[in-house]
């Protein structure tokens, strides 16, 4: 059987103060994709970041987790992994 799939995009930073900050400004996916290109430390911030397509358990559990829960086309609250903060955006799931 095929692991469910998901397409998301993120927008990592070092501490959860900036996240919830950037968070407040973003309503519409235009907004994240702009605040992922000036803001996140992930290379993904050059494609406003875009992470594709992946499959369930391929990223961190925290950042996994998140991705199947929340509601489709809105912004995470602050998800702290290894590598920092990450605000989440999923555009599509695939059960």
């Known amino acids: 059987m095929v692991k469910p799939s998901a397409h998301a995009s993120h927008i990592l930073v070092k501490s959860k ?3 919830t ?3 407040s400004n973003i309503n519409k996916f235009k907004d994240f994709q702009k605040t992922a290109r000036k803001k996140s430390d992930c290379p993904s911030s050059q494609k406003g970041g875009d992470l594709g ?10 950042f996994d987790e998140v991705v199947w ?8 609250e602050p998800v702290k992994t290894q590598f920092g903060y990450h605000l989440i ?3 599509e799931r695939e059960e």
């Open 53 to 62: 397509w992946f499959r369930k358990g391929q990223m961190v559990s925290e």
């Open 69 to 76: 829960t929340i509601p489709l086309k809105t912004v995470s």
């Open 89 to 91: 955006w999923v555009h």
């Open 17 to 19: 103060g900036e996240a």
């Open 21 to 23: 900050q950037l968070a």
